[in-house]
Every structure is written in C-alpha cells, then in structure tokens.
C-alpha cells in the first residue's frame, strides 16, 4: 500500500520508519524543511516516569495564579476562541485524581513500548543520537514538593516502575560531585533513559530517505479527494499525492488538518523553549534533571553541551515570543544549581516551538470515524519524542490491521 504520512516531526518520521519496514511504500509531507520543530528543541527525554498527565487537579489554580507572571512556567493567553474556549472547558473535566490515575496506566505502558523501541533503534549502524539509560531526577526545594515526591513515589511502585526511590540531598549531591545543588533531595527514576534529538531527527531522516521513502517539503496541505468514505488523493501547494492510506501527524497543527477530514478534537499548540550551551569552567552534569519548583528541564548532551528547557504558553502559532520565559528557566536553573548560572544569551540561540496539547494529557492515535483509511496521531503535548517511537509502531500496527502493542482505546481521536 501508499501510505501518505503528513508531518515530519518525531512521530511522524516514527511511523513512516515502521510502515517502511513493514513493506509499504511511504510519502512524507511536511509544510517545513524537517529542520524545525519540537522534534529538534525538546529535553531528549524517554521518560516512563511521565505517567502524570497536563490535566491534574490544582493545575487550573495554579495556572490563575501565574497569569500576570512573564516568567512564569505555565500560562495560557487570554482570547476569545471558540477552539480555545472548548479546550479549556474539557481540560478542566479532564484535571481530576481520579482522571490523572486512570492516564497512568496507558501513559505508562506507551513510554515503556517507546524506549524499548529506541534501544533497538540504538544498536542500528547509522544512529548513534547518544542514547543513554541512567535514569533521571526530579528535584525539589521545599517541604511541600518532598511531600508531593513521597506520593508520586508510591504511584511509580504500583505501576511496576520499581527503580524509583528518593534521594535525601547528600545522596543527591554525591551523584553531582562537580556541581553544587541547592535542593532538600530529589526523586530518582532509573527506569528513564535520554537522548541528543538534533543528532536522532537527522540519523532517523537519513535512515527514511536511503531507503526510499518519498519526501515531499514545503507543501501545506489544503484538503483530501475522497470516495465512499476512503481518502485517495492528499491536496497539498506543490500538488496532488495518491494515497492508500493516510496518517495525520501534524503536532500543535492537528486541530486544523483534522478539521479538513471533518473531525474535531479539542488540541491547543503550548509553546515552549529551550537554550543549549556548554556549562561554564569545568562542570559536567551526569544526570538529566527536572526542577520541580521553577518546572525547568536539564539535559547533558554529547559534546560536554546542556540544554535547558521549559515553560507551557498556550497561544496561538503567531504569537511574538515571550523571552522572559527563558529568563525564569536560567533563574530557576541558578537557584538549584549556582555553578550554572549563565547570563542571558542572544535572542538568535534561544529555541521555541509548539507541543499539541490535549485536553486530558493523552495522545490522540487511531482512526477516524469520517473516512476508513485515515490514522490520526498527535496532542503528544510535552512527549512528543518520548512517545514518538512507541505511536510510530501502533500507527503501522493499526493500518496493517494486527494486535497493537498495546491497549490504545484511551487514545480514542473522537473521545471528547
């Protein structure tokens, strides 16, 4: 069969890999260059410790009250949208513990099918994207996030991740001995590995491309040809692509590409930005880390380099970017690590882009009820690339009609 895969990003390139594999004569379409994207500035995080959805209860208060901060981590702009306005209505039905408890599970069970399928990915000649399993931090300042991190430490030993314990801060300080930490303790994830995604996104394409697979750039798609409920032709600027099969894997632009199939699902882009650079003097980080209060993501990469990354601005894709918010990352970064305070750098190396972001926390993957040969696969929201190998392997599995890995009726595209 043609399978025409519209979106370049991780999840999109995951599934084109795997529908390759399976025998499948692949087209990609992206409306960029495939040098762009979230796919390119997130953390690099393959993370089953991730089993807490967006959508979780105090997250709307919170949010409130970090409205008229500019640097603040999460923030949604204020705006008369209908999509926005639906969004946010199931967004809060969707931010309740009993909700946040039952996305565990199926959050739990993606990631770990996702870096199962990233090791393999590792041991293949032509991708060395520096994938590393040595578990994660997430670090805490204050009495009241040690006591969210007991909880939270609970919730992992009942979902089987049983590499989790918490580090008092001597503990954690002795797995940083070049940096100084200012942090009561943290809590360790051993079952989370990492990876460089400017190294991966690259090797992954390369990969796609000698073996075939037809990539078509710089095409926005405007609409489908379609015939008893089946999608033949995919309309795009630079013309017309047959197809057999499509799947819709446009990221924060989900929402206006599954309009086009007649569909809706309530999905915002969340912007979100990332600085990469090399630590100052002679410190070295050994372990990925998240900051709890100041919600700032740290990762070594290869090359001695560390990226740091963070802040949910639900707004729209053209919206001027708000450079304050990386000043409250580099903040948040100097409060728990002062060896690593930098001073703000030039607008030209600060990274942004935008997450799809569900209404509950879960992806999207599955087909439609409109048309009988459409995949839909997106609102990854913060895990794109931690989930993009796992969703490329059920996208192939659902259009080749076979058991998929896993149960993936929570990711029902017409749930809401």
Partial sequence: MKVVVIGGGIVGLSSAF??????????????????????????????????????????????????????????????????????????????????????????????????????????????????????????FKTEEKAAHCHHTLQQALSLGLSDTRLLNRQELQALEPTVQIDALGALYFGCDAHCYPNQLIPQLIEQLRSGGVEFITQAQVSGFDSDHRRIGKVMHSKGITTADQVVVATGSWGRQTAALLGIRIPLMPGRGYSVTLEPPGETRLNYPAILIEGRVAITPLSAGLVRFGGTMEITPHD???????????????????????????????????????????????????????????????MLGLSLGAGTGKLVQEIIDEQTPSMDIRPFAVERF
């Fill in 18 to 139: 795997y529908l390759h594999k399976a025998g499948h004569e692949v087209v990609v379409i992206d409306k960029e260059d495939l040098l762009q994207g979230c796919s390119y500035g997130n953390a690099g995080y393959i993370c089953p410790s991730h089993f807490i959805p967006l959508a979780t209860p105090g997250i709307v208060k919170q949010g409130l009250r970090w409205m008229w901060n500019s640097e603040s981590p999460f923030y949604v702009q204020p705006r008369l949208d209908l999509s926005l306005l639906r969004w946010g209505w199931h967004f809060m039905r969707s931010a309740t513990a009993k909700k946040a408890a039952a996305a565990a599970i199926p959050l739990r069970d993606i990631s770990l099918l996702s870096q199962l399928e990233y090791a393999r990915w590792a041991t293949m000649p032509g991708m060395n994207f520096s994938y590393q399993h040595k578990g994660l931090l997430e670090i």
């Fill in 319 to 381: 919206t001027p970017p708000r450079y304050n918010r990386v000043r409250g990352i580099l903040r948040s970064v100097a409060d728990f690590y002062p060896d690593l305070a930098v001073p703000f750098p030039s607008t030209e190396s600060i990274w942004y882009g935008y997450r799809p972001c569900s209404a509950d926390g879960l992806p999207y993957i599955g087909k439609i009820s409109t048309y009988s040969n459409v995949v839909v696969a997106t609102g990854h929201a």
